[in-house]
């Protein structure tokens, strides 16, 4: 009943109809679901939801962030809502919920709020990496809360954004074009591949190797990080998981309910959904990308070291 109920919202379902809604997919015997406890439930959801938007993060530590933006439709408003969500893991490889605002369109402001205020409650330590798509508020708004987090564009992203730009009689050829950039072992090997999309097509589509251009070494990032992580952190797929229930219950909400109840519902349905998390791969490199080891092509790199002739020429420059 608590995953049911707020699902039947998101579906559209009014408070009025919730008892032959129950009765239907329960049987007959559903009763007691009177449209006051609906409104006292979604009042209860709400309390709950935002207690949990207050709690302390102080002594917490993220090794990755992955951000994300939900519209949903808002009952009286004309234009839908935007939740801007932040998943982070920890230094365990927990996944973890850690931020649902209310934001304008994904804008520098909205998410400029959301990171001051994880600040606020007590995240100090900057994350490592943070994985996102091409919303420039995001952006934008990072360097000035956490500048140390380096940024990983998502390539799932990227990829749509390119094949929009080609015909679709071409769009199996691009996207094998692409995976040989991103899915190769090492850096080299990917701007080998990077160079050849290039070449194959700047004359007759240059706005599409603009589009990949642009983002260039963000789309790299990745090879700077273990590669047993580079499966969660090349694309925004993890947080893509976990709210693409969501994301498609709220489209057919039909602007059921207000902003705060919207709100809660999601958060409602996320916490649900955080019972079926798996830790992330490759949870014993945490601590050393925590540490700032150093990786190269996803495998840390070699201490480098200096020679006795190379020792004997710096003595003398001395």
């Not at 938007?53 to 809502?81: F, H, N, T």
């Not at 580079?230 to 693409?244: A, K, L």
Request: aromatic share 10%; charged share 30%.
């Amino acid at each position: 009943m608590e995953e049911l109920l707020p699902w039947l919202y998101l579906k559209g379902i009014s408070t009025n109809d919730f008892g032959e809604a129950l009765r239907a997919l329960l049987g007959e015997g559903a009763t007691g679901v009177s449209p006051s406890t609906i409104s006292r439930l979604k009042s209860d959801w709400e309390e709950q939801c935002q207690s949990w938007r207050r709690r302390s993060l102080a002594k917490k530590r993220y090794v990755y962030l992955w951000v994300d933006g939900i519209y949903c439709g808002i009952r009286g408003e004309d234009e839908r809502m935007c939740v801007l969500v932040v998943l982070g893991v920890d230094e365990n490889g927990r996944k973890e919920l850690l931020a649902l605002d209310d934001g304008y369109r994904e804008s520098e402001q909205s998410w400029l709020g959301v990171l001051r205020d994880l600040k606020e409650r007590g995240l100090e330590a900057a994350p490592q990496l943070a994985v996102g798509d091409g919303a420039l508020g995001f952006w934008k708004a990072l360097p000035q809360v956490y500048p140390q987090t380096r940024r990983q564009r998502c390539w799932q992203h990227k990829t749509i954004n390119v094949l929009d730009r080609f015909p679709k009689s071409l769009r199996g050829k691009v996207l094998e074009a692409l995976h040989q950039i991103w899915m190769a072992e090492t850096r080299t090997e990917a701007l080998k591949a990077w160079n050849r999309f290039e070449s194959s097509f700047k004359d007759r589509y240059p706005q599409a190797v603009e589009c990949l251009n642009k983002d260039k070494s963000s789309l790299l990032t990745f090879y700077d990080f273990p590669a047993e992580h580079w499966r969660s952190i090349r694309t925004t797929n993890p947080i893509e998981s976990v709210f693409s229930t969501v994301r498609h219950r709220s489209s057919k909400s039909k602007g059921c309910v207000s902003r705060s109840t919207m709100l809660a519902l999601v958060f409602k349905l996320i916490e649900s959904a955080s019972k079926n998390w798996r830790r992330l791969r490759g949870l014993e490199r945490l601590a050393e990308v925590i540490e700032g080891v150093r990786f190269e092509d996803g495998r840390r790199a070699q201490p480098t070291t200096t020679s006795p002739d190379e020792m004997g020429s710096q003595h003398a420059a001395a």
